[in-house]
């Protein structure tokens, strides 16, 4: 499945295309290289209960700064709220 699949999806809730939308961004697959925006997918995949999500998200906070995360979280409490 293309990026832009994925994208329609996890933008629709499915928690798979979510964590497939942050793997995409963490390895630059069909989508720039973007840790922010990985962040943001598997912080919303990890909260519907995507166990590589958790992990993966985890990995990836090592790179990015506590400012970056919490505005990352603002975003993805947005998200919520309006999903």
């Known amino acids: 499945m293309s990026v832009k699949w994925y994208r329609k999806a996890a933008e629709q809730g499915y928690t798979d295309a979510q ?16 840790f922010e925006e990985a962040y943001f997918w598997l912080l919303l995949a990890s909260a519907s209960g995507n166990v590589d999500a ?3 998200r985890n990995e990836i906070s090592n790179v990015l700064s ?3 995360m919490e505005r990352i979280r603002n975003r993805a ?5 309006e999903h």
């Open 19 to 34: 964590y497939e939308m942050g793997l995409s961004h963490v390895l630059g697959l069909g989508s720039l290289l973007d």
């Open 66 to 68: 506590m400012t970056q």
């Open 54 to 56: 958790v992990e993966l």
């Open 77 to 81: 409490k947005r998200w919520m709220e």
